[in-house]
């Protein structure tokens, strides 16, 4: 069998599922039946690779097995009815290869028209590696181009890179970067496996050297394990490919680890197709000896001057046999290599702990890569624990935007209920609890990345939180300060509710009538300062109990402002209604002293206006102004205030009742006129012993009249002026002369004058006008019963003599006959019952009455022509 087959039909058994488009040139339409039969074919191969004498032959009767396509399509996931569960969880495990940097250099992008996945999309749906933290290793495999590298890797790992199909002739596989995570169910490790574009590829031409480099140090910045692919015949040979290969590697290394160095990296030494001849010790002997030279060779930088590669690196070295001669060796010393990678407890367990990058936790491990590449790629100096902090930075950022969304769901409860201008209860504990589950959230993942980086944004994380929270406390505070004065007024509410049940806000009962005034029905609060004081200390009370509870634990926050502007607030409303309730206790003080006290007695005194009655209205006034003003200082107590503030309060008050008092007998000088006809008539119409007089022949009507209106007159003098001080009780003010004239005492004190001197002239004027017709009256009736004596005989003749003529019409006329005779029975009847007398005097007293007022309105006439014929207008007319 030529090596021709035996490559193709071990390429065959190889070649992934996993589309490239940069792998084949050639295109090859894959109908399903054919895709199933080579699963078939692989299973069957796998089959085979057991047996180990017949494998051989077997292998080759695959042949006949169409290469696979790489179509531009992701691999079908489909479970064929051949296929195991436990098939199906290796297939699973193989197909997450997927190419992360193209030929052209750049990180591959997703292409969901070509259905090409990145390497980012792959990983995300790979939770079982993202949570591994930094438990996993990386391997890169570097080496010549169509080394084996892939079909090594895929032995080893289960894993579907590309492999070159040899039968169309041998040419570059692997472009660029590719990469799979590989654990297998039987294997507890994961790998990231990185399968790098070979070396001296012939596509690349010039740009090689470059590109080399570029994965080189790529490889070496993420791997802890680094395998060097190489032929068993280019070892010794200075020129050989892996030997500058390596002097890269060496170089990059110098570069790479030149600020901070925290773990050494395996170089592993995968010698190809050897043929035995030459011992592995041999062989590891010489390549020890190109490795010192090439280190001593090394342009150093200064600070590594003296350094030994070991320093560095750690060395192993293995054969594998000619894969097409020695098939079976190979296969078995494939199998050999592969427990290396499966048992991390046994001591030749290749990618031990101590070569892994523990700073690139596996969720970070593509943002890693990204940015490693992206600062490789452009050509700028790779400074790794920059990278590191760079890649911490980053997912820092992520971490941090992550614990903002789980605060923002947990919070927003809370921020609605406060918005909507209510309290939250517990806001600090409450606020306390969904920090420290955001915080959770952060230091879970971040805890693996960078320290100081972690550290940093997590004060800025939870500064963002504080800033929210406390834009939310703020909001808390200003809802607690407008519920602590609704809650005071509730307070304030409750008392005055309670009063006004018990009393009544106006003074009238439902009859009518006044009721008592009280402080209660004033609206007055009792006690004023410990009640006050006691409100405010519940509203205070109340304030801080919330305001603790507000303050997340373990802020510097604090409500002493808004405490302080409370208690400002609270003190000002106190001192309102304080004021409000002096000036309510003033009116009750007022409204006692006058309503209850005052006002009967003084109606009582002016209503009898005795000669006395200032001398009486000053002591009533003394006696109730004292004790009011004791009772008003005595509640003044209550409400702690200064000597002035007290003093200025009881001197309005007396101020008020001299004012009331002044007002008070205005009030009652209104209805001088009506008091002073009665008490003329009191004198003029009744006699002596208070009956109605009868006037007689020898009354002296003018000296009893005029008595009478003198002393009706004196009423005018007596309510004209203010009399409360002793020295006023003898004052008249509105004079009376000796020629029954007045005049205007100008001596006087003009703030206590009550009526004005003009108004008493036009009092007594008017007064004088109406009593008038009084006098007339009486005069009348003593004329008429001077002239009275019975109707004289001749008269009776004259009567009978001039009215014959009368008589006779009257008895000729029915209807004046019958007028006639009802008059006369009307007479009759009134005659026979006595009652002539009285309906005589009764018609004489009307006819009287109504003469005499026609004689008042005669008199009143004349009176006003005179008086418009002596006005200045009609005098200047004349003139
Ligand atoms: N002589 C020999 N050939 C091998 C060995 N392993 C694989 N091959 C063959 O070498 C050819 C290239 O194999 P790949 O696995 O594609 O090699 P590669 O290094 O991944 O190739 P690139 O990715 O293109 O660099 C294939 O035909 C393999 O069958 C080996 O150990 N010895």
């Not at 101020?655 to 205005?666: C, R, S, Y």
Request: contains cysteine.
């Amino acid at each position: 069998m030529s090596e021709e087959i035996i490559n193709q039909t071990v390429e065959k058994e190889q070649q992934p599922i996993l589309s490239n488009e940069n792998i084949k040139d050639e295109e090859v339409n894959e109908t399903p039946q054919e895709q199933q039969k080579v699963e078939q074919t692989e299973e069957e191969i796998k089959q085979q690779q057991q047996q180990q004498e017949d494998e051989f032959v077997v292998l080759e009767e695959t042949k006949s097995v169409e290469p696979i396509e790489e179509s531009s399509q992701p691999p079908q996931q489909t479970l064929t009815p051949q296929e195991t569960p436990e098939q199906k969880t290796q297939e699973h495990e193989y197909q997450d290869i997927v190419q992360f940097i193209d030929h052209k250099g750049d990180i591959v992008k997703e292409d969901n028209k070509n259905g090409r996945t990145t390497f980012l999309s792959t990983l995300s749906n790979r939770d079982d590696f993202l949570t591994k933290g930094f438990d996993y290793s990386v391997i890169s495999i570097l080496g010549p181009q169509s080394s084996g590298k892939s079909t090594l890797l895929n032995l080893l790992f289960n894993t579907r890179f590309a492999v070159m199909d040899a039968s169309t002739g041998r040419k570059q596989t692997t472009q660029g970067v590719w990469m799979g995570v590989a654990s297998t169910s039987q294997n507890k490790e994961t790998f990231l496996i990185l399968d790098v574009e070979g070396t001296d590829g012939r596509e690349r031409g010039e740009d090689e050297k470059a590109f080399e480099r570029k994965t080189s140090l790529f490889s070496l910045a993420l791997s802890s394990v680094l395998i060097i692919n190489m032929w068993a015949h280019d070892i010794g040979r200075y020129n050989a490919a892996n030997i500058s290969l390596l002097k890269t590697v060496f170089e990059l290394n110098l570069q790479l680890f030149q600020k901070k160095r925290n773990h050494k990296i395996l170089i592993f030494f995968l010698i190809r197709d050897h043929d035995g001849v030459t011992p592995l010790e041999r062989l590891k002997a010489t390549l020890m000896e190109d490795i010192s030279k090439l280190w001593t060779d090394l342009q150093k930088p200064e600070e590594f001057e003296g350094t030994r590669e070991s320093d560095f690196f750690d060395f192993e070295f293995t054969t594998l046999p000619h894969k097409i001669y020695s098939p079976s060796a190979f296969l078995g010393q494939v199998e050999q290599l592969k427990q290396r990678f499966s048992d991390s407890s046994a001591n030749s367990f290749i990618p031990k702990r101590e070569y892994r990058n523990d700073d690139i936790p596996a969720d970070g491990f593509y943002q890693f890569s990204y940015q490693v590449w992206e600062t490789i790629k452009s050509n700028r100096d790779l400074d790794l624990p920059s990278q590191k902090e760079m890649l911490a930075l980053y997912r820092c950022d992520e971490f941090v935007e992550l614990s903002m969304t789980q605060f923002t769901r947990d919070i927003k409860p809370v921020k609605e209920h406060i918005e909507r201008g209510r309290i939250q209860e517990q806001f600090g504990e409450k606020s306390k609890r969904i920090l420290d589950l955001a915080l959770s959230v952060y230091d879970e993942p971040a805890q693996r990345y960078h320290l100081e980086t972690v550290q940093k944004k997590r004060q800025v994380l939870t500064d963002r939180i504080i800033s929210d929270l406390k834009y939310l406390f703020d909001k808390q505070m200003e809802r607690l300060n407008e519920n602590t004065l609704v809650f005071y007024n509730s307070l304030i509410k409750e008392f005055t509710d309670a009063s006004t049940s018990g009393g009544s806000s106006n003074n009238k009962k439902r009859d009518g009538s006044s009721v008592a005034l009280t402080a209660a029905s004033a609206g007055i609060i009792p006690q004023f300062s410990t009640w006050s004081s006691g409100i405010k200390k519940k509203s205070i009370e109340y304030f801080e109990i919330v305001a603790k509870q507000s303050i997340v634990p373990g802020s510097d926050w604090s409500y002493e402002n808004d405490l302080e502007q409370l208690n400002t607030k609270l003190e000002k409303e106190l001192s309102t209604l304080k004021e409000n309730q002096l000036v309510r206790l003033s009116k009750l003080m007022r409204d006692k002293t006058f309503q209850q006290e005052l006002t009967p007695q003084i109606t009582k005194i002016t209503e009898q206006a005795p000669n006395n009655m200032w001398q009486k209205i000053k002591n009533y006034y003394e006696d109730a102004l004292s004790s009011n003003e004791k009772e008003f200082r005595d509640r003044l107590v209550d409400f702690q205030l200064d000597e002035q503030k007290v003093n200025d309060l009881i001197n309005k008050f007396r101020d008020q009742m001299a004012e009331g008092l002044k007002n008070k007998i205005t009030e009652r000088a209104e209805f001088l006129q009506m008091r002073m006809r009665k008490r003329f008539e009191e004198k003029f119409n009744m006699d002596n012993r208070n009956l109605p007089r009868k006037w007689t022949k020898t009354d002296d009507i003018a000296s009893i009249f005029q008595e009478a209106r003198q002393n009706a007159e004196k009423l005018i003098d007596l309510f004209s002026y203010l009399r409360l001080d002793d020295e006023d009780l003898d004052v008249s003010f509105f004079k009376r002369l000796d020629n029954d004239e007045h005049e205007e005492n100008t001596m006087v004190n003009s703030s206590k004058i009550i009526i004005p001197y003009k108004d008493c002239c036009l009092a007594c004027e008017n007064f004088r006008l109406t009593i008038k017709s009084d006098y007339m009256q009486a005069l009348s009736e003593q004329n008429r019963l001077t002239t009275g004596g019975g109707v004289p005989g001749y008269m009776i003749i004259l009567l009978c003599v001039l009215g014959f003529n009368e008589f006779i019409s009257i008895i000729s006329s029915p209807l004046l006959l019958l007028l006639t005779i009802l008059l006369g029975g009307v007479g009759f009847v009134l005659f026979k019952l006595g009652l002539a007398g009285p309906f005589i005097d009764y018609s004489s007293q009307i006819l009287v009455h109504f003469i005499n007022k026609v004689k008042d309105i005669v008199l009143h006439v004349e009176q006003l022509q005179e008086q418009n014929h002596n006005s200045p207008i009609n005098k200047h007319k004349k003139d």
